[in-house]
């Protein structure tokens, strides 16, 4: 469940903007859906922990983190923006530091499976949001770029599992080792 998406009747603020939204929308849905509820958060907000907390408490099964950042470009010979909407969604690389730091913060607040996204490209990029706290990660952006890269971040994980003497992947989860 996707509250992080502009709702243009509400002037394109996103469900999931404060965490009363977000668990007002999450508690609805929970009602009525039976299936595992996984709720994509924006790291377009304030508090992203506070946020978090609000859709395990209302029944989310698992989040997602995060969504695209908001971002412009313009076109400086027209001066006009180069997105129809002017401002848009920065995906891919750019963005992984602040998902991998928001994995992080709601890792610790929540007991619910957070799932890290934003950036990954690589084997070690999916090692950084597991080691911050996620227990799976999501490809996008880069699969576009490298078909085959899911693939070759997997064989990395394992190559890293080896090389460290660890039998699972939940062995990696979390455990960031901080000063």
């Given at each position: 469940?996707n ?61 997602s ?45 929540v007991?619910?499976?957070v ?31 490298q078909p ?32």
């Open positions: 469940m509250i992080s998406c502009p709702n243009i009747k509400q002037g394109g603020i996103s469900f999931g903007s404060t965490a009363k939204d977000a668990f007002a929308v999450v508690s609805a849905v929970r009602k009525i859906a039976s299936l595992p509820l996984m709720v994509k958060l924006s790291p377009n907000v304030g508090d992203i922990g506070a946020i978090a907390e609000s859709v395990e408490e209302a029944g989310a099964d698992a989040i983190l995060i969504n695209t950042l908001y971002g412009m470009a313009i076109d400086v010979e027209t001066r006009r923006p180069r997105l129809g909407n002017v401002i848009g969604g920065l995906s891919g690389p750019a963005i992984k530091p602040v998902a991998v730091r928001m994995v992080f913060e709601v890792a610790q607040r007991k619910i499976p799932v890290g996204v934003g950036g990954i490209a690589s084997a070690e990029d999916a090692l950084e949001f597991l080691i911050a706290g996620a227990r799976a990660v999501q490809v996008g952006t880069a699969n576009f770029i085959d890269v899911t693939a070759k971040i997997v064989s990395g994980i394992e190559e890293y599992l080896i090389r460290h003497k660890m039998n699972t992947v939940d062995q990696i989860t979390g455990s960031i080792e901080l000063p």
